[in-house]
């Protein structure tokens, strides 16, 4: 039987635009495996247009807030329709940063020391930031490193807050680690490739994260065979931790000692031109196009089966 395909796009958050790469791509994708889709983009008429529609799987090409963070995931779960990637805790989990962390801690997860300041405290002031420089400020929910900067200077503090509250009242300060960048794809709690991220200056921001030649990527990474199993087991555990389903991207820094820093988790990756997932697939060949053919067979509900 011909499955009903539909593919979201768009959404309400600051990923919109890389939202509609990652649509591109899958539709493509669909093309090549012969499968008829509807596209949809997802506006505040989504439920109605959802309801109405009752497809087989929902293809979730969506990214950030109002997306992958339980609210689409929440309103497929009550239509009882099949959607990719993870359930919606682990969603909503997963892109809040601080409560990821928090989580990991309890399991003995490297990451960098870190302080939370919330905005509606009043009291979001470069004066009450105890994290010694050089460390990053970033919104706690927010992704594509929207609204985040690196402060290596006093003065640069409190310009810092001011941007990452204009995304999030709950704002991360995380001491800034020197040495390698490493993001680990993970398809089927199984880790492919990792790949090593150089950005060519400044660091992996939006802009170095979509524009070409901004950025360098090593595949496989320029590190020892032992730091990349490590890496790949750390990964395989958080995955399976924070319960996530089909696909992620975890992210990590390494230091010049080779020790290993948890970073953050992103549950459903990018598939542009420039995402790092299909290339690491790629890499150990898996084709985009069969890549998506594995994101749809793997679609389902948290609830599956339980009445």
Known sequence: MTKKIVVL??????????????????????????LSYELVEADENLPCRLQELRPDIVLNALHGKYAEDGTVQGICEYLKIPYTGSGLLASALTMDKIKTKQVLMQEKINTPFFQVMNAKSGNLLASKVNVDLPFV???????????????????????????????????????YIEGAEITVPILAGKALTPI????????????????????????????????????????????????????????????????????????????????????????????????????????????????
Do not use: W
């Open 9 to 34: 796009q768009g959404g309400l958050g600051s990923e919109k635009a890389v939202s509609h790469n990652t649509a591109k791509a899958f539709c493509k994708a669909l093309k090549d495996l012969k």
């Open 137 to 175: 400020v970033k919104p706690s929910r927010e992704g594509s490193s929207v609204g985040i900067s690196i402060c290596r200077k006093t003065e640069e503090i409190q310009a810092a807050l001011d941007s990452a509250k204009v995304y999030d009242y709950l704002v991360l300060i995380e001491k």
């Open 196 to 307: 090593e991220i150089e950005p060519k200056d400044h660091f992996y921001d939006y802009q170095h994260k979509y524009t070409k030649g901004m950025t360098d990527y090593l595949l496989p990474p320029n590190q020892s065979a032992e730091i990349i199993a490590r890496i790949q087991l750390i990964a395989e555990k958080i995955f399976e931790v924070l319960d996530l389903r089909a696909y992620a991207r975890i992210d990590f820094m390494v230091d010049k000692e080779g020790k290993i820093f948890f970073i953050e988790v992103n549950p459903l990756p990018g598939c542009t031109e420039t995402s790092l997932l299909p290339k690491s697939a790629k890499y150990d060949g898996i084709e985009f196009k069969d890549l998506v053919q594995q994101l749809l067979n793997m679609a389902t509900t948290d609830y599956a089966g339980l009445r």
